[in-house]
Nanobody, 123 residues
Framework: VQLQASGGGLVQAGGSLRLSCVAS????????VGWFRQAPGKKREGLGC????????FYANSVKGRFTVSADSAKNTVYLQMSGLKPEDTAVYYC?????????????????WGQGTLVTVSS
């Protein structure tokens, strides 16, 4: 599975942005897809994920209520809708996938990673 994350850019604090993760080489129907981010000088952190087995989602407490993960199977794409953005949300955002029914945000469970897209939130 090859993943391509896109949609990053510059946004003002309080604004919204939607990131896309498009897959090629395989469908995402039987995968869990997660979103992660890494800010400068910080460890990569998991944000949210969706199980395309049953549509269930899981979020980190830090973004619960602000970020939403969704999937469009027809487009083989998973989205990360971000709202109420803060300067501390500035980071490179990655999508990742695993072909197992394991929902969670532990990096080591994910086999396939996209290249990342930069989100910058200005104050």
């Amino acid at each position: 599975v090859q993943l391509q994350a896109s949609g990053g850019g510059l946004v003002q604090a309080g604004g919204s942005l939607r990131l896309s993760c498009v897959a090629s080489g395989s469908t995402l129907d039987r995968h869990v897809v997660g979103w992660f981010r890494q800010a400068p000088g910080k460890k990569r952190e998991g944000l949210g994920c969706i199980s395309n087995f049953d549509g269930s989602t899981f979020y980190a407490n830090s973004v619960k209520g602000r970020f939403t993960v969704s999937a469009d199977s027809a487009k083989n794409t998973v989205y990360l809708q971000m709202s109420g953005l803060k300067p501390e949300d500035t980071a490179v955002y990655y999508c990742a996938a695993v072909g197992l029914r394991i929902i969670g945000l532990e990096e080591y469970t994910y086999d396939y990673w996209g290249q990342g897209t930069l989100v910058t939130v200005s104050s």
